[in-house]
């Protein structure tokens, strides 16, 4: 059955191929309000290889007339699609609380968030900056050897599937930040929905389809599907006309998908946000002037969201002192006064119920928030362990989604700096230094740098901004590559590779590289940033 798209704010519990409606043929999938465990309608069949076929087939049809539009263009584009997601107001604001157990002052603002990313890539195409124009003018005189007229820029890849994330139904998913910097990109996106907010992928996916239609797109510029990871993920990360992907859950998860990437005819880049614990550093002074607001301020941060957020401090590492003590103490009496609350799925806070048993297993328990009987609640729990101790298991230093977090006391602050040094690749590190803790500071970042994508000071790892200068990526395990972020206007990068073209017939020219400079870019030429 299939019709064509028309309204925004209805549901139909069917897929969107290049602006039609199709109904998948697979398994049945409902969203769920975790907070009642009420069941919500529709139902979403999930789809199969024929309809991965069919959205590729579209993506790559669409890629060369979508690739050619103007800067402005696109921007419009993606204008629209900030405009029809505002609109939907409350029909998408209390879809999105349902699916997910979240306050609606938080989906609210998420749908800012989203529509904010939106804006922001549309202005990163204005600027043209992302074209990355260099010229190197001919040098038919050079001795010993004249030189070519050689010129560079950057062009998009191509077809990018897009995977939503459990944890944030709007800002990392269907039209989040990997979906917003691949359209600005100039690559058609075909988007997995998560099973877990299945009527609010539909709303997007039908915000940005309308937008399609307004702006003139080519219809195979965007498609949304539903089904399983390993099976339906895995066949769209296997087309191969899907040049990259972006992707934000579990480790293995995304593992699997690099894995089926790497194992292609042709291999493509897939940026996964996998597993981060974000560790705090708390140094000596600073937990001697401060530790009792700092342990308080720590648990506000661990338990936001319920503490389902990748860049939640999942780890403290502080040399064992009175000060450590107050911190502990003060963070215990904190999580006492705090109220379990929902995880995003059953699936979710089951494995965070295993998590905190393995960490009360391997470690001593300082905190635990009183229980409750509402449906798929969980408590924060804080846990402490040596540094010895800690790493020597495997089963401490592995994440844990949720709202729990282990301290890890040390000897002294050289101690300190092997614990940084034996971490895994994260997302974060916080460190919390006063004045005379900078010389310890000094030589604590100059390890952490080697770890993290983002290091902070006297803040907490949750809350990404999203601007020009932010990371939202590390080294592995916390993403597949390093060299990228997820989040801020460099995610655009990840989409893109550049070209050279040398001796090109000025006719032929690529304008951001054309003699004249007609779209008034900066450009990199003979060395010299200029705009001329």
Same mark, same amino acid.
């Given at each position: 059955m299939t019709a064509t798209v028309n309204r925004t704010d209805t549901l139909t519990g069917q897929m969107i191929i290049a602006g039609t409606f199709v109904?998948?043929?697979? *398994?049945?999938? /409902?969203? !769920?309000?975790?907070?009642?465990?009420?069941?919500?309608?529709?139902?979403?069949?999930h789809g199969d290889d024929t309809h991965v076929d069919a959205a590729c087939s579209q993506a790559a049809a669409a890629f060369d007339r979508y690739r050619s539009t103007t800067s402005e263009a696109r921007a419009r584009f993606l204008e629209a699609i900030a405009d029809n997601l505002e609109a939907l107001g409350d029909t998408l604001v209390n879809r999105a609380a349902a699916e997910? =157990?979240?306050? +609606?002052? /938080? $989906?609210?603002? *998420?749908?800012?968030?989203?529509?904010?990313?939106? &804006? !922001? %890539?549309?202005?990163?195409? /204005?600027?043209? =900056?992302?074209?990355?124009? /260099? $010229?190197?003018?001919?040098?038919?005189? &050079?001795?010993?050897?004249? &030189?070519?007229?050689? &010129?560079?820029?950057?062009?998009?890849?191509?077809?990018?599937?897009?995977?939503?994330?459990?944890?944030?139904p709007l800002a990392f998913s269907v039209a989040g930040g990997d979906t917003a910097s691949a359209l600005a990109a100039g690559c058609p996106v075909i988007a997995k929905a998560h099973d877990a907010h299945p009527g609010t992928s539909e709303l997007v996916g039908r915000a940005i389809t309308a937008a399609v239609v307004q702006t003139g797109m080519p219809a195979g510029t965007f498609s949304l599907l539903y089904g399983h990871g390993p099976t339906l993920g895995t066949s769209l990360v296997t087309d191969p006309r899907v040049k990259a992907v972006g992707f934000t859950g579990s480790r293995s998860g995304g593992t699997a998908l690099v894995a089926a990437a790497a194992a292609r005819r042709e291999p493509i880049p897939v940026y996964a946000e996998m597993s981060s614990i974000n560790p705090v550093f708390v140094l000596d002074t600073a937990l001697q002037t401060r530790g009792a607001d700092l342990g308080k301020a720590f648990v506000g941060s661990l338990t936001l969201g319920s503490g389902q957020f990748c860049t939640n401090p999942g780890l403290v590492i502080a040399v064992d002192s009175p000060g450590l003590t107050t911190f502990v103490e003060s963070a215990g009496a904190a999580i006492a006064d705090t109220t379990p609350t929902p995880m995003l799925t059953p699936t979710i806070a089951n494995s965070y119920s295993a998590g905190v048993d393995a960490l009360s297993a391997a470690s001593t328990v300082e905190?635990?928030?009183?229980?409750?009987?509402?449906?798929?609640?969980?408590?924060?729990?804080?846990?402490?362990?040596?540094?010895?101790?800690?790493?020597? @298991?495997?089963?401490?230093?592995?994440?844990? %989604? =949720? @709202?729990?977090? !282990? +301290? +890890?006391?040390?000897?002294d602050a050289a101690q300190v700096r092997d614990v940084a040094a034996a971490l895994e690749g994260q997302l974060t590190a916080t460190v919390h230094a006063d004045d005379a803790d900078m010389d310890d500071a000094a030589a604590l970042v100059n390890v952490l740098e080697l770890k993290v994508g983002r290091i902070l000071f006297d803040g907490w790892p949750t809350g990404v901004e999203v601007g020009h200068a932010m990371v939202h990526g590390g080294p592995y395990p916390s993403t597949s590559d390093s060299r990228s972020t997820s989040v801020g206007s460099l995610a655009i990068e990840r989409f893109l590779r550049p070209v050279a073209y040398q001796d090109v017939p000025p006719a032929l020219l690529p304008s951001a590289i054309a003699d004249g400079n007609p779209d008034r870019l900066w450009r990199r030429i003979d060395g010299r940033l200029v705009q001329d």
């Open positions: 109904t998948g043929t697979g *398994e049945t999938v /409902r969203g !769920l309000d975790p907070s009642t465990d009420t069941v919500l309608e529709p139902g979403y069949a997910s =157990g979240l306050p +609606v002052g /938080r $989906i609210t603002g *998420e749908v800012g968030r989203t529509s904010g990313q939106l &804006r !922001l %890539f549309a202005g990163v195409l /204005r600027d043209g =900056g992302w074209n990355g124009a /260099r $010229i190197d003018p001919a040098q038919p005189d &050079r001795s010993p050897l004249p &030189r070519a007229d050689i &010129r560079q820029r950057k062009i998009p890849l191509g077809p990018v599937a897009v995977f939503g994330a459990s944890n944030f905190a635990q928030a009183p229980g409750s009987d509402a449906p798929n609640s969980c408590g924060a729990a804080i846990f402490s362990t040596d540094a010895d101790t800690f790493l020597g @298991s495997e089963v401490l230093q592995q994440e844990v %989604f =949720g @709202s729990a977090s !282990l +301290v +890890v006391k040390c000897t």
